[in-house]
Each structure stands twice: as C-alpha cells, then as structure tokens.
C-alpha cells in the first residue's frame, strides 16, 4: 500500500520504545490517521533488546505481521548498533534516527553502508535538560515525526498537550518539561552529512 | 455513527464486557488475556458497571463460578488463554452440558509445552468437541463486535450453548489499531436483559441441575446439544443481520473475499486472514485469481457454505494454526476437507500448518502458499498435501 508508512523501533527494556511507539500512533490517530502500534514481545527484562512498531496510513490496515521493510527505523539507545542489525530492510529512501552523540563517520561505518538518510539527536541531554532525568522516548517520539513529517509540528505539539495532560493527570508537575522535551528535541535532530 | 477509537484487542474485549455489563464475571489472569479482567476489574472499582467480578485462585475455579452464577440465573462471562483453558476443560464440558450459555474471551496461545506464551490456535482446538460455540476475530474491531453479538446467539432459546470468541493473542490483543465502538446505551439494547426460563434462584421452580446422567438420558442429552449446535447457525445470521442494521457491518459464518472468481484459495482464521487480504490484492495486480475464505464461525461448522464456497476452484489451501499431530493435517483442514467432501467436491486441497508458538506470518509466505497452489492448479492430484510454512527444515 503506497500510502502507508511503516516505522521500528529498536531500544531497551524500561526505556519507553514501546511507550513511544504507541504515543506515536496515538498522535498519528489523533490527525485522522489508521494506525498500529504494536511492541514485539520476547522475555521481557530491563536492559533487554525490544522491538515496537507502528503502521500509518490513510486507509485501513489489514496486515497484521511485524515490520520487515520499514521506512524509518527509530533507535532509542545507541549501544544497540553494536549487537542488533537495526537497518535490517530498512528502505534507502528511508531514514534512521539514531539517540547517540557518536560522531557522522563513526555512525556511517556502524550501519555497515546504509545508503539512506542518517538523523541523529542527543535524547540524554534534551531529556536532562528539561526533564532532569534520563527519559530518552520523548525526545525520540519528537525526532521522528520531525523526520518523517507524519503530521505538522504544532498539531503534534498540540495533541500531545491533551496526551500528556491524560498520561500525567496524577503528576501535572511532569506535563511542562515534558512539552519542553519534545519542543527541543524538534529542533535539535539533525541529518548526518 | 459510532465512536472512532484506538484499542488494542484486549482493551476492545474489556469494553465490550463494560458495555454488557454482566451480572458475573469470574477470572484468573494468564498472558496474553491478563489485561481484559485487569481493566474490567478497574471498571467495577470505579463503578462503571454493576458486575459481581469475582477473583478465583484457578481457572477451573473462574469456570466452575461462572457455571454457578449461570446456574442461578445470571449472565456470567469469563476471560483465559491457553493452559488457563487447560486447567477449565473439566468445567469446560460441564458448562455446555448444563446448558449454560457463558460466553468467554479466548486470547489465543500455544499451550504448553515447552512453554511459550505467543500466539497459536492449540488452545482452542483443544476443546473443538467441548460444545461450545466458537467465533473467530480477524480484528480488535471483530473481537468487539463479536462479543456484542454472543450473548443473543447464547442465551436464544433454540440454543443455550456456551460461546467463546477466540482473536490473537499479542497479534491483535496487544496491537492499538482504530476501531469503531458503540455508544453504551445501544449496546445496552441490542444485548437486553437475561431472562432465564429455568434457573436454580427461581422460587416457583425448584429444579435440580447438573445430576448424574446415565445410560437412559446421556445419549438424548448429547444428541439435543449437538441440535442446538445446528440451531445456532441461522440464530448466528439473525442476530448478525440486527447487528448489521445497527452498525452497517456485515457478519456471516464465513466472510469470502474476492473469491467468487478465483481459481485458487486460501483458507485460514484471525488475523492471518487480514494479511491474506492484502496478498490477495497484489497476486490480482499481476493477474493471479487468488481469493480468501475466512472462517468466522468454526463451530458449529458451517459445512454447507464451505463447500459451496469452495467448489468452483482450482487448488485450496487451508492454514491451521495448530498442529494436530496425528501426521493428517490440522482440524481446519480435516473439517473443510470433510465439508467438500460432503458437497461432491474435488478440488485439491492441502494443510499447511503455520505460525506455531507466534512464528510471524509474513506476506511472503502467504504468498509463498499461492504459489504452491498456481502449481497444485495444474495437476488433478497432489502428492504432498501435508505442508508446512514458516518452518526452519536446516
């Protein structure tokens, strides 16, 4: 299907990929769109390699298989590039964005030749910053729509407002340098050169 | 017309339940079916529903309480997933042969052993003889509207069968996917209330239920409860033409698509049906008639309308997601295969078991099976009807 974007999303166990995933299909919803979000589930431990995954589309989706060619690939902890093949059938019209202060070089020799677009952001610091405390899915939820323009910014920033005034009903304290968060990790992924 | 919604399978079952607002619900947790008593629970701590929801120490005790609220009167609904099932099968047995009509979500797993917790249908096939019953989901939106559906086809009289509503287990039970839900009040309608006619809490009628049954009456007993299983093929009809008008979506006991003018199917249930649909659509680009039957209502099994269906073919192949392990092909298989016997129908016909354990079932697999049938179409006989797909052979 022509018009479906499909994204992975590669971290570790307690980091919020899965979270992320599903806050992305619920913006995604929230403009409209058909969505999937779903996590693949193996022994699941803290630290432990996961895998989540979101289908976006205009129409309805009716596969319901994980993502084997996706269009982007979101990878939420960098030490993951060393044991997990993370561009595995990743399109080279696509993109990767990679959480990581790595350098552009060291990264390119890392994915072992892909051809596509490279985005890097530090989530650590935007997190840090602005949430003082280490949360890397919120900048990484930001970077991707920024990356793959699923949706406007101000629409997404807007929703997510509502999301996380839901999310943190019991924490309202969290909501402002959680907008923050996802304000500054708009503006901080770049492309590689 | 209805609410637009995001869900995952899980989180539509839990809805629906709330929705229903049954008298009982009785539940142990097991993966991956822990989240609909985990969020109905939170229903009834916040008051949204009326339910009594009792937390039993098994599943044989989530059975046998959901037997005893049924037997008394009330509408009773439970909620397991492989060996969860296992350890109600004595219950199982003894909920249909009582007659009663408790209607379950089953979150489709591997049953043990070795252990895993992923998707496959060998929980369900295990009590495919149990008289209950069985509806399958292709989608979270199927799981919600077939449980809306269960308790008319249930509780009608010319019934009177337990019912469950199987769907994937993490495939769509852990999947968030749009869904259209209804509002509360015309659930609460289409449902309506439950009004036994026998029922043990009735003053007027004191009864007895569940006796011993021997060598007289056993025999009559079974052979009413296997009537009631043909009855519930037109009940099912009628209940999804109500539903039909509410909704505008349409339920028969099986769904065809675009196999009216195929040459060569597969047959297969859940959500693997959704990514055939999707393969049926890209072989039609290139010109391969491929066409997909889906079963929606495995028992009663609608013998009939699938050997119907099926007979102007070429090849057929049929996706089990459950080995029988009698070296003859899954139950799916042996039922189709029976149904086309039965309807004069001679077309070749494979098993392929497939997705065992939650072995992902991918689009070029499927098509890999239409392939197979391209080449099974040019032959009057077929060699190896016995296959496999997605399995290792190094």
């Known amino acids: ?80 590039l060393e044991s997990v093949d993370v561009t595995a059938g990743l399109k080279e019209d696509g993109a990767i964005v ?70 943190f009903a019991k924490k309202p304290e969290v909501i402002e340098g959680n907008m923050k968060a996802l304000e500054m990790a708009l503006n901080e992924v770049k492309e590689i050169a | 017309m209805g609410i637009r919604e995001r869900l995952s399978g899980n989180e539509a079952a839990a809805t629906a339940m709330k929705q229903i607002n049954p008298d009982v619900v009785a539940a142990f947790p097991i993966t991956p079916s822990t989240e609909i008593p985990q969020y109905f629970s939170t229903f009834v701590d916040n008051g949204m529903v009326d339910t009594e929801f009792v937390a039993v120490e098994s599943e044989h005790s989530a059975m046998s309480a959901c037997i005893g609220a049924e037997a008394a009167g009330a509408r009773a609904m439970t909620a397991t997933s492989a060996n969860g099932l296992s350890l109600m099968w004595e219950m199982v047995y003894i909920a249909s ?67 469950m509503v199987c769907q994937d287990g993490f495939i769509t039970s852990h999947s968030i996917e749009n869904i259209e839900l209804l509002e509360d009040e015309k659930v609460k309608e289409f449902v309506g209330e439950y009004h036994p006619k026998h029922y043990l809490l009735n003053k007027k009628e004191p009864i007895a239920m569940g006796p011993m049954d021997l060598q007289a009456f056993l025999f009559e007993h079974k052979y009413q409860q296997a009537e009631a299983m043909r009855n519930a093929e037109q009940v099912i009809l009628e209940v999804a033409k109500d539903f039909e008008k509410m909704t505008g979506r349409k339920y028969g006991l099986i769904e065809e698509y675009r196999l009216e003018d195929a040459e060569i199917a597969i047959v297969c249930m859940n959500s693997t049906a959704g990514t055939t649909k999707e393969v049926v659509d890209a072989l039609r680009e290139k010109g391969i008639k491929a066409g997909l039957l889906k079963v929606r209502v495995f028992r009663p099994f609608p013998v009939e309308e699938i050997g119907k269906a099926l007979s102007h073919l070429k090849a057929v192949a049929v996706l089990d997601k459950a080995d029988s392990l009698n070296g003859a092909g899954g139950a799916l298989y042996t039922d189709v295969t029976s149904a086309m016997y039965l309807n004069n129908n001679n077309v070749p016909t494979s098993s392929y078991i497939y997705g065992i354990g939650g072995r992902d079932t991918t689009t070029k697999e499927i098509e890999s099976v239409f392939n197979d049938l391209v080449e099974d179409s040019k032959k009057n006989k077929i060699e190896n009807p016995f296959r496999y797909v997605g399995l290792r052979k190094e």
């Open chain 1, 98 to 167: 990679i959480n990581t202060t790595k350098s552009g070089d060291r990264l390119k020799e890392e994915l072992k030749g892909y051809k596509g677009k490279i985005y890097t952001i530090d989530a650590r610091k935007v997190s840090m910053e602005t949430l003082g405390s280490y949360f890397p899915n919120t900048p990484m939820l930001a970077a991707i729509v920024k990356v793959s323009k699923i949706m406007d910014e101000k629409d997404f920033l807007e929703d997510m407002k509502g999301s996380f005034k839901h999310k």
């Open chain 1, 1 to 80: 299907m022509s018009n479906m974007i499909e994204i992975r999303w590669h971290g570790r166990g307690g980091q919020g990929a899965k979270t992320a995933s599903l806050l992305l299909a619920d913006a995604a919803f929230n403009t409209g769109k058909y969505i999937q979000g779903f996590p693949e589930y193996g022994p699941e431990r803290m630290g432990a390699p996961i895998t989540a995954y979101n289908r976006i589309s205009d129409t309805p989706i009716r596969i319901h298989s994980n993502i084997y060619e996706p269009d982007y690939v979101v990878v939420v902890d960098d030490t993951l």
């Open chain 2, 97 to 163: 042969g009582m007659r009663l009509p408790i209607v379950m979500s089953l979150v489709n797993r591997a049953v043990s052993g070795p252990l895993n917790i992923h998707n496959d249908h060998s929980d369900a096939m295990g009590v495919r003889d149990a008289g209950w019953i069985m509806l399958f989901s292709e989608t979270n939106q199927e799981a919600y509207d077939n449980l809306l559906m269960a308790h008319r086809i249930a509780e009608n009289e010319k019934v009177l069968l337990p019912l």
